[in-house]
Antibody, heavy 114, light 112 residues
């Protein structure tokens, strides 16, 4: 059974930083492409970032230069390092893994507020 | 960026009746490899999204055959042949042909 468990969310002030983690089981983060997708409260889905098995990365324009996606193959864990956070980054952040099927975690809430 | 426009915003449906959701992209979703990377996702209340359809018309494993996808180029449709109570939720189209990947705004399906 595939499980993706996000952690690291919380309350942070504007301009602050946060690192999200996604612990994977049943799917190998290094050989499948992994993404982060977010959903602001009461709003729709927004793709944030993707990392391919080869290591190449892509970002939404809204987070480019502020967020960094990475992975630790030894821990089978995906990360999202978020810096210069803005109020509009407030959202539930989902970890998504692609291995033929698309697997979603339950999400972790990030609240950016003073 | 490429814009995905869904309609309607809200879709009240009678149980057992069909439903149809439209998704239009601001540019063609045909990839240089010949494939069209258009997906449909369902998000039930309080749950994480799940993909129903990939590459326009391919159903994911476990998705009931009352769901079908069609379309080409810039115009796509998700159809539910007979709506059931468990189909209540928000449906999103998403393209992964062009960077950055983009979702439609969502269509809320509810029971009349």
């Amino acid at each position: 059974e595939v499980q993706l468990v996000e952690s690291g969310g919380g309350l942070v002030q504007p301009g602050g930083s946060l690192r999200l983690s996604c612990a994977a089981s049943g799917i190998t983060v290094s050989i499948n492409y992994m993404s982060w997708v977010r959903q602001a409260p009461g709003k729709g889905l927004e793709w944030v970032s993707l990392i391919y098995s080869g290591g190449s990365t892509h970002y939404a324009d809204s987070v480019k230069g502020r967020f960094t996606i990475s992975r630790d193959n030894s821990k089978n864990t995906l990360f999202l390092q978020m810096s210069s956070l803005r109020v509009e980054d407030t959202a539930v952040y989902y970890c998504v893994g692609a291995s033929g099927y698309l697997y979603w975690g339950q999400g972790t809430l990030v609240t950016v507020s003073s | 960026d490429l814009v995905m426009t869904q309609s309607p915003l809200s879709l009240p449906v009678t149980l057992g009746q069909p439903a149809s959701i439209s998704c239009r992209s601001s540019q063609s979703l045909v990839h240089s490899d010949g494939n069209t990377y258009l997906n449909w996702f369902q998000q039930r209340p309080g749950q994480s999204p799940r993909r129903l359809i990939y590459k326009v018309s391919n159903r994911d494993s476990g998705v009931p055959d009352r769901f079908s996808g069609s379309g080409s180029g810039t115009d796509f449709t998700l159809k539910i042949s007979r709506v059931e109570a468990e189909d209540v939720g928000i449906y999103y189209c998403m393209q992964n042909t062009h960077w950055p990947l983009t979702f439609g705004g969502g269509t809320k399906v509810e029971i009349k």
